[in-house]
């Protein structure tokens, strides 16, 4: 397997494409993966340069609607201490994202219907004047909606479809509909929007096929970002006793997105580190571009528990920028500055 490994690879790196059981053998080979995240991070080097792209994570709400089986906000799991920011604080930490040097803000909660869309588009409004790129990731919304938001000043969504397997997603995302899930981001697509979307590795009954096609789904949709994390159970979920995803195996589906999107940003996901120590360097060199520290303040950080054991709760937002642009430095890399809107170009074949 190997050889067959290490053909792919060049063919992956030189013409950015692969079939399905091409991507599912890559996958499946632990041996390759040096090798391929070597391939990854070239691609990477050439496409997006060596700038990483840091943005400021504001995690307003923990109130969801959805009763999704692996998250820690889900609807049902009585155990959360629950909160909801003011449209003040949030665009206070997003002032004070902007000091700290961010030029992208990522605004993330849970499904939080308090936060209609004349609401959102208030925050969004004010947020705009501060001259901060925006990123929502708020969940399902109606088309009308998600149009309000971006005439309001988002620029980017971040939607993870988490499966395409829709067998799957409707398991774990009880009440939820698969199709639903696709219509959002095709409307977040048509509407203008940078997309972003991505995977949950290691759901019980997931396969390797069912991998790679998540990674032909995202090659359709021309994703512009890309997040993908491994499961970590959380006892307040039903999935609470399920084995952890595999961090090589996570790995291994960040190197083949890199180089079957090659102008994609993908993050270096907390997830990742949660599992690993400095988790994020090497995924940062196995080919992803975005980090996305936490500015949120206080408490809030804690009780934002999508998962047990995550890293930096107890952190200010000062020590999480200022530790991620020496670990960065560290790299032989550097903190890009400006707001890491995707850059189409023509791949050198």
């Known amino acids: 397997m190997a050889g067959q490994s290490e053909e792919l690879i060049i063919k992956a790196k030189e013409t950015h494409g692969l079939t399905r059981q091409e991507i599912v053998t890559l996958l499946g080979d632990a041996s390759a993966e040096e090798q391929l995240a070597r391939a990854a991070d070239a691609v990477r080097h050439e496409f997006v340069g060596d700038g990483v792209h840091l943005r400021g994570l504001i995690e307003f709400s923990n109130i969801c609607r959805q009763d999704c089986c692996y998250c820690g ?13 003011t449209e003040d604080e ?7 994202a902007k000091g700290y040097g961010y030029r992208t803000v990522v605004l ?18 004010r947020i705009r004047q501060l001259d901060l790129a925006i990123t929502l990731s708020i969940g399902e919304r109606s088309r009308e909606e998600y149009k309000a ?6 620029d980017r969504y971040l939607l993870r479809i988490e499966t395409t397997d829709a067998a799957l997603y409707h398991r774990y995302d009880p009440g939820m509909s698969h199709e639903n899930r696709l219509r959002c981001l095709w409307d ?9 979307t991505g995977t949950l590795v290691g759901l019980p009954g997931q396969s390797l096929a069912s991998l790679a096609d998540d990674v032909l789904f995202y090659q359709e949709l021309d994703a512009d970002m890309i997040g993908i994390g491994p499961l970590i159970p959380n006892g307040d979920t039903p999935l609470g ?14 190197s083949i997105l890199r180089l079957l999107l090659p102008e994609a940003n993908i993050p270096a996901t907390t997830a990742m580190e949660t599992m690993v120590p400095r988790g994020r360097e090497v995924i940062l060199s196995s080919g992803a571009n975005v980090v996305m520290p936490n500015v949120t303040e206080g408490d809030y950080r804690r009780k934002y528990a ?12 000062a020590d999480c920028r200022q530790c991620m642009q020496g670990r960065i430095a560290a790299m032989g890399r550097f903190v890009a ?13």
Do not use: W
């Open 241 to 254: 006793k399920a084995q952890p995803g595999d961090f090589h195996l996570t790995r291994r589906m960040v």
């Open 188 to 196: 977040l697509r048509e509407l203008g929007y940078e997309v972003g």
């Open 149 to 154: 938001f971006r005439e309001a000043g988002a």
């Open 108 to 125: 993330q909660s849970g499904e939080d219907m308090h936060f209609s869309a004349p609401v959102m588009c208030r925050i969004l409004r």
């Open 73 to 85: 906000l889900r609807r049902e799991n009585g155990r959360i201490e629950r909160y909801r920011l």
């Open 90 to 96: 949030i665009v206070e930490l997003a002032r004070k």
């Open 337 to 349: 500055r400006d707001k890491g809107f995707r850059h189409h170009r023509e791949a050198k074949i």
């Open 306 to 317: 999508l998962y047990p054991g995550k890293i930096c709760v107890a952190d200010t937002p």
